[in-house]
């Protein structure tokens, strides 16, 4: 079992630099998360998304775009990195029953914008 | 918003009991959940509770859920070194079960 898998793990980028992170999830899960962690700031949501074709802002959207053309990948974006973004990036996925309440991660992006 | 709050750092000695703490704002909150990361991994469950329940326990882990003063603890019997990491406490609310808020985390440190 994959689980959750992100791509790439590592990625040093020069500000004004765009990148994509790729987010896959093999267990037919709806709901989607992308969370960054900061130290001492805890995981904060960036955007999530509860379907296929659907995307919602979280608490730190700014500076970030979401995509999810199909309903196992979630894609996050950074348009013009800044080094403000850089941080570890953490994707998670659950399934929508109330019962199925565990979320699984990924095991991070670490990002490093210079 | 939700606000999910812990102490930010535990020291204990191996074979001692572990008591970490959380509190949270939002009174719909319906699922609370503690999960463990260890250096340079993602997030892994622990254990989490439904809202109506008082306690749950697993193993080693006592969840206490006081819903008056909203205030979660986990407690972690006879702690040993590889239980050392960073727990997170995180609760979703009735609002949808769509988002997760996570606290800070709080760094355990074992010492043998």
């Known amino acids: 079992n994959a689980g959750v898998t992100q791509t790439p793990k590592f990625r040093v980028l020069k500000t004004g630099q765009s990148m994509t992170l790729l987010c896959a999830q093999d267990?037919?899960?709806?709901?989607m998360y992308w969370y960054r962690q900061d130290p001492g700031m805890g995981l904060r949501l960036i955007h999530y998304s509860v379907g296929e074709g659907t995307t919602a802002k979280g608490e730190v959207p700014d500076g970030y775009n979401v995509s999810r053309l199909k309903k196992q990948n979630f894609l996050l974006g950074l348009e013009s990195a800044a080094p403000s973004q850089t941080s570890v990036y953490f994707c998670?996925?659950?399934?929508?029953?109330?019962?199925?309440?565990?979320?699984?991660f990924g095991q991070g992006t670490r990002l490093t914008v210079v | 918003g939700e606000d999910v709050e812990q102490s930010l750092f535990l020291s204990v000695r191996e074979g001692d009991s572990s008591v970490i703490n959380c509190t949270y704002t939002?009174?719909?909150?319906?699922?609370l959940y503690w999960y463990k990361q260890e250096p340079g991994a993602g997030l892994q469950l622990l254990t989490y509770i439904f809202s109506n329940m008082d306690m749950k326990q697993d193993q080693r882990l006592t969840v206490l859920l006081n819903k008056k003063d909203k205030h979660l603890s986990l407690r972690i019997a006879d702690t040993q070194t590889g239980d050392s990491a960073i727990y997170f406490c995180a609760e979703t609310s009735n609002s949808g079960y769509s988002t997760l808020t996570f606290g800070k985390g709080t760094m355990l440190l074992v010492s043998p």
């Open positions: 998670a996925s659950r399934g929508r029953q109330a019962m199925n309440t565990e979320a699984f």
């Open positions: 939002d009174s719909s909150s319906t699922y």
């Open positions: 267990m037919n899960h709806e709901y």
